[in-house]
């Protein structure tokens, strides 16, 4: 019966150190999921700054030329009235 208790106790510590190996093994994996994630995010918005800093340019290069167009017509308009 001593016997049997003890074999009995040692698969116990043994599935236990199995069972505390193979969640040390899950926890590796999902922190390496999350640091994969974490620099995919990060990526991702650098690549929407660059997005939103070339709008910007594009926003500013039309609103500029707008300008100009609503120069020059103002200018034809006035050329035209003085004819």
């Given at each position: 019966?001593?016997?049997?208790?003890?074999?009995l106790s040692k698969e116990h510590i043994q599935l236990t150190k199995n069972v505390e190996d193979e969640l040390k093994m899950k926890i590796k994996d999902l922190e390496k999921e999350v640091d994969k994630q974490r620099n995919m995010i990060l990526d991702v918005s650098e690549e929407k700054r660059e997005v939103i800093r070339q709008l910007t340019f594009s926003l500013d290069h039309y609103r500029s030329g707008y300008k100009e167009f609503q120069t020059f017509l103002k200018y034809?308009?006035?050329?035209?009235?003085?004819?």
């Open positions: 019966m001593e016997d049997h208790l003890q074999q034809k308009r006035h050329a035209v009235i003085a004819l």
